[in-house]
């Protein structure tokens, strides 16, 4: 073996002994035997304390390296087992791999790495490898960080949200800090017991630090915030309170399309307010249905087109037209926000009781039941935009989750990417 300092250099290793490489011309791999250069003080794969020797376990075991140019690499040596004193007879500690892993170090880092920039077809094809591998590649390097790092620490202003996952079956809370917009916690689950979790690891002290928490108006965040860190100021997320809205307008759209669907033939208007008169209602139907997103979208990002159907939507349905209206009210008031923006919430309350929209009257009283929250809000200029873009982010990454087996891995992608620790590459920093 001429130059063992080239190979662990090529091999990516440390703290290892190169004893022979050989090219296996059938398989097309390349196979390096080592061993652990310390191999006579063995330490347990799982917590790393030092045993002594117990068997030579399975005997030999492969690991898949990165490769070398095109070619596929396997790192070979003995897994003999240890006795330790908490975990009994286990695999001794390698230097080159994670325990329990079949992929070396440097393989894991670079999995990690391209999985927080690129597709899913990317990282699989590059790598040679199934998406569930990479799941579980993330899940331990995710692991690794979460071990050296407290996510935890110097947390004062925190959002707390739930994301679905699964077709909205099923769901994780998270907690994202506004002071840094990093997403610090996630667990599957939406419920008082996923949140006290939460509190039950940030610890009494920390909790008790919390100045802001900002959440959707669910009354299981609501109790349980008030136990664990009562001395918090509640602020309701403005983008929730906005979706309400939205819904609102949905279902009066869905209520005023049904009416133009059912006219037959459409010998009279179907918006009765404006006492227009069009033949055809069936036409209307579709129209209204197509202008979903116009109605949708905030109005400084409507295009030519959708504006156009907005206006015409003015003239044919004053009555979808006002609930519109309605909406862009309310994220009005969170525009403002401050003094401005109660003064503002007060008009629109007004409005909304007396609109003649059921949907908008209910809205309202369910506005006025969460004000103190909603006021907190207005008055502490809590910015919304961390938390919608990280929950715009999450469900983004749910979609390319998918595949993976249960939520941990689903977890540990998302905590590459939004919790603020995003791996290198390996052999960089
Ligand atoms: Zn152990």
């Given amino acids: 073996m001429r130059s063992p300092s080239l190979w662990r250099a090529l091999l990516g290793v440390e703290k290892t002994v190169v004893e022979e490489v050989e090219y296996d011309e059938n398989d097309e791999v390349v ?3 080592v061993r652990p250069r310390r191999a006579k003080h063995g330490r347990c794969g799982a917590c790393g304390r030092c045993a002594p020797w117990f068997d030579r376990g399975e005997g030999r075991r492969r690991w898949r390296a990165l490769d070398l140019g095109t070619v596929r690499v396997f790192l070979e040596a003995d897994a003999p ?4 004193q908490v975990h009994g ?3 001794r500690q390698m230097p080159w791999a994670r325990h329990g892993a079949g992929h070396t170090h440097a393989f894991d880092q670079q999995v990690a790495w391209l999985a927080t920039q690129c597709s899913k077809s990317a990282v699989t094809a590059l790598m040679r490898i199934a998406w569930r591998t990479v799941g ?3 899940t331990r390097v995710c692991a690794d960080i979460d071990a050296r790092v407290d996510r935890l620490s110097g947390l004062r202003r925190i959002g707390i949200d739930e994301v679905s996952y699964r077709k909205g079956k099923k769901f994780l809370t998270v907690v994202v800090d506004h002071d840094t917009g990093r997403l610090v916690w996630a667990r599957p689950g939406r419920d008082a017991a996923t949140l006290r979790v939460f509190f039950d690891e940030l610890g009494a002290e920390r909790s008790a630090q919390l100045t802001h928490v900002s959440a ?3 009354s299981w965040i609501a109790n349980t915030v008030a136990t664990r860190a009562p001395q918090a100021v509640v602020c309701a997320d403005p983008f929730h ?17 049904n009416e133009a669907r059912r006219k037959p033939g459409g010998t ?7 006492g227009l008169r069009h033949n055809t209602s069936r036409g209307n139907a579709r129209k209204l249905q197509r202008s979903r997103y116009a109605l949708w979208k905030n109005p400084e990002d409507l295009t030519e087109n959708q504006r156009a159907k907005l206006e015409w939507i003015a003239a044919t349905s004053p009555k979808l037209h006002r609930a519109y209206l309605l909406k862009e009210g309310l994220r009005h008031v969170f525009k403002v926000k401050g003094e401005q923006g109660k003064q503002a919430l007060q008009q629109w309350l007004a409005w909304a009781s007396r609109s003649r929209i059921n949907v908008f009257v209910v809205l309202g009283r369910k506005i006025r039941r969460h004000l103190p929250a909603i006021h907190a809000t207005l008055t502490e200029r809590m910015s919304n935009a961390i938390v919608e873009s990280v929950n715009t982010k999450i469900r983004l990454l749910t979609r390319v989750a998918f595949g993976f087996h249960g939520p941990e ?6 905590m590459l990417n939004l919790g603020g620790y995003r791996p290198n590459l390996p052999g960089r920093t």
């Fill in 31 to 33: 196979v390096a035997h």
């Fill in 81 to 84: 087992r240890v006795t330790c």
């Fill in 89 to 91: 007879p286990t695999v």
């Fill in 136 to 138: 579980s590649i993330v």
């Fill in 216 to 218: 959707d108006t669910a």
């Fill in 241 to 257: 309170i906005v979706a309400w809205a939205t819904q609102c307008l949905d279902d009066v759209r869905r209520e005023v399309w």
């Fill in 268 to 274: 009279k208007a179907w918006g009765s307010h404006a």
């Fill in 409 to 414: 891995p689903l977890i540990a992608l998302t």
